[in-house]
């Protein structure tokens, strides 16, 4: 599923990164280069604390997986 269309960023992409420890909000839109008004046409940056809600989720499940 997209959550940028505009430079096509898929929640795939998120995961990865929350796979890469990649989860605080800011971090996550610097990487994903939807960090400030020139780079974002302001749709997805506003829903920057979904895509790390996403990314810790992510970043748990890996945990996880690790100990079992
Ligand atoms: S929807 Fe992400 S930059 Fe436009």
Known sequence: MYICV???IKESDVRTLGREGITCPKLLASTLGID???????RCIKNVSNYAAIAIDEHSRMK???KA
């Open 6 to 8: 505009c430079k096509g």
């Open 36 to 42: 400030d008004k020139n780079s974002c046409c302001g």
């Open 64 to 66: 996880l997986s690790v």
